[in-house]
């Protein structure tokens, strides 16, 4: 049930930078965990990123360290992944997702069946 509303997608060249928005009603950001998600044309969907309500950590796949960075406004129900030195490899729809536990393990973080609410995805296109 998509909950969720992601945005800030588009087509971008190498080396540009995007920055993605999701937002819900307050019911959907809690104090829980939040994280991004990313699904390649022909492949699965993939964990990129997660932060606990309170901000105390973050966590990210090996892929995207030190060129994403994820945060949130939880006084806005709002959260964002700013997306610095893109490649095409990180072309994908990002699908951003919440829910009312807070994980302090990326293990838990990571796994897709750790969240209730999502979005319908925001396309980014990375060309070379």
């Known amino acids: 049930q998509v909950q969720l509303a992601e945005s800030g997608g588009r087509l971008v060249q190498a080396g540009d930078s995007l920055r993605l928005s999701c937002t819900g009603p307050?019911?959907?950001?809690?104090?829980?965990?939040m994280a991004w998600f990313r699904q390649a044309p022909g492949e699965e969907r993939e964990f990129v990123a997660s932060?606990?309500?309170?901000?105390?950590?973050?966590y990210y796949t090996d892929s995207v360290k030190g060129r994403f960075t994820i945060s949130r406004d939880s006084a806005k129900n709002t959260a964002f992944l700013q997306m610095n030195s893109l490649k095409p490899e990180d072309t994908a729809v990002y699908y951003c997702?919440?829910?009312?536990?807070?994980?302090?393990?990326?293990?838990?973080?990571?796994?897709?069946?750790?969240?209730?609410?999502w979005g319908q995805g925001t396309q980014v296109t990375v060309s070379s």
């Open positions: 932060i606990p309500g309170n901000g105390e950590a973050t």
């Open positions: 307050e019911r959907t950001f809690s104090l829980g965990s």
């Open positions: 997702a919440t829910s009312p536990v807070i994980y302090y393990s990326i293990q838990l973080a990571s796994q897709e069946q750790s969240y209730d609410y």
